[in-house]
């Protein structure tokens, strides 16, 4: 029975791993509501029509998409037909994927680098709290993540066997990762494309010839929709939203293209407004510059900064859908769109980033930019020792050889090293796009520590290069030392974090140096075990808190932040909770005045409308799309619209985005409709919660033609 169990250790030892992953991903998940409301809008619209289903469209009539391509709604729309609309359904994908990733991780190290290595790899991921955030919301960035796992597989079965058709296949699901979440997906490329080069079991020209076969499936695969979808005629599909020209390519190079490397047109939409001069929706207009106020309250904010943990502050929001006995045909629209510093008060030092709201959420581009203190808690606590420990890890004379172990290794660190070089200089990103740093510092991490463990184990005698282990050390111990700096920044943290980090790191040191003099093999294993602890302590800390309390719905991330900005249930200010709000008043007084055949209500952002739809399932139109920027609406459909009956309320937000370029359309809806007296609908409030929108209630204005 012991040998039995010795011998199969690694399958408990994962299994445990596995459902700790799940249990992270997964546990208490109903709380988050509907997450992400633009998202759920969409998974609400897909499912009522098949043609919205294919174009992923935002609104139940199919007038305008969502900014992002199709595989990963189609997932999430795919489990809300199996399960029924309930936000748990269209999260469970990525709590699965997460889940399925962390697996994933185990196989493509174990194999290379022996199980231990695959198991702490595994650990580390699992705990990796960008990984936890994503799998609890519905953007789609932990189903790209393990599609490009998948990819991985794929090219080291390439490497090692010089087979051909594994190489397609890599093509396919990277092809399938930019189906989900656009160019992101080939952020791994330049990884596959050299390691292939280098390490592939065939002659140089022909890997050339495969490496170009598969970059043409891949490039079939990436934009087989993009073209059904260019090909359609305009007045046939909904409008490409963030674009000008109703065109998939210009959504791809643009807004999900060089906007996001040079953070040009990313105000407005759900995280920030273009009214108010670009502050993020539903702030304040007080501010101070960010700066957290002496006596520890709030900060307030100017020139569009958001708060120190950058999260806007919103109203509770649980997005269940009311059964409001609605038929749910829709009209037919045949013609659409072509020290002695302040701290705030959790503590931490304010990080004081420029610019938009990218710029406040992720800092100024720098080097360094991933170790600031908006961004290290995410995903960056064992970033140096992956870095540095790489260089530990390689071996000269194997990498001369071809060995396959070398060429793993150098294929994570060229991923680790795009992704970084990205998130340190691109212009906008949100901080849980950082989960892509987690597949690579998890594996060269786990790797890391078991070379540096049996670098230790060996004889005296046989230690023929015991440079590698002790430089392994020494990183791991400025890797700890950054930790613990960072952890020090915090004066409401848990009691045992910092305590068992520094236990952790000082016990770890004493019994490494017990083994060194006194040569006890036991030390090193205690030694190994005590440093790995106080490594992980932390993140597993800040996996927590987006279990423990409810992360903001658009733009998450994890921390202790979480945690002061909760109420008495661990429900956080701002979030997406369930069972704690009804209908607002403006719903209900549109519901009760709807006609059928027509728009419940017309507003220029997706923000104003998406919780009617999730509510209601009714058609609303949102002409100007996610930032407010579409041109989707000219002046001459709106009349013919309102001629028709198809638009009789019309919402004008104050804090509305798109700047001037839909100006002709308000200044037509303000001259000749009816301002309604918001007597009429806020008496009708359901609930002491108001809203609609994204960032708390939206205030504006309702218009009624006709």
Sequence with gaps: MKRKLKEQYHFIILGAILILSFGLNFYAISKNGTANEYYAACIKSMTQSVSNFFFVSFDPAGMVSVDKPPLGLWIQAIFVLIFGYHGWAFLLPQAIAGTLSCLMIYLLTAKYFGRPAGLISSLIFALSPSVVVISRNNTMDMQLIFVLLLATWFVFRSVDSGKVHYLLWAGVFVGLGFNIKMLQAYMILPAIAVTYLIFANQKFRKRLLVGAAAVLLMLGVSFAWVAAVELTPASNRPYVDSTSRNSMLELITGHNGTERLFGSGMDGGFGAGQGDGGRAEGMPPQMNGGKAAQNGTPPQMQDGAVPQDGTPPQMPNDGSSSNLGLKSDRPDFSNRGDDGKSRSMDGREPFRGSGGMGNSEIGM???????????????????????????????????????????????????????????????????????????????????????????????????????????????????????????????????????????????????????????????????????????????????????????????????????????SRGFAVGTNTSGNRGSSGLENYLVQNYKEGSFLVVSQRASDVAQFIIDTGLPCYAYGGFLGTDNSLSLEKLKLYVSEGKITYFFISSQMGGGSRNSEVINYVKENAVLIDESEYRSQVSSNVQRPGMGGMTKGSLYKFG
């Design 365 to 567: 581009a720098s080097p360094l930019r991933l170790w600031n203190s908006n961004l290290f808690g995410q995903n960056s606590w064992l970033l140096l020792f992956a870095l540095l420990g790489f260089f530990g890890c390689l071996s000269k004379a194997a990498f001369h050889k071809r060995e396959s172990s070398q060429g793993v290794l150098l294929y994570w660190m060229l991923w680790l090293t795009a992704m970084a070089v990205f998130f340190s200089f691109a212009g906008f990103y949100h901080r849980y796009y950082l989960s892509m740093l987690a597949p690579a510092i998890a594996v060269l991490s786990g790797v890391g520590i078991v070379v540096m463990f049996r670098g230790f184990k060996r004889k005296k005698e046989q230690r023929k290069d015991y440079i590698r282990p002790v430089f392994l050390l020494a990183v791991l111990a400025a890797n700890l030392g950054l930790e613990i700096r960072y952890l020090m920044n915090y004066n409401n943290l848990p009691a045992w974090v910092l305590p068992v980090t520094l236990a952790g790191a000082g016990i770890g040191l004493i019994l490494m140096l017990f083994h060194h003099f006194g040569k006890k093999q036991m030390a090193l294993y205690l030694s190994t075990a005590a440093l790995t602890i106080s490594l992980l302590a932390a993140p597993l800390y800040w996996s927590l808190t987006p279990v423990l309390y409810v992360p903001n719905a658009t733009m998450p991330y994890a921390g202790p932040e979480l945690s002061g900005n909760s109420g």
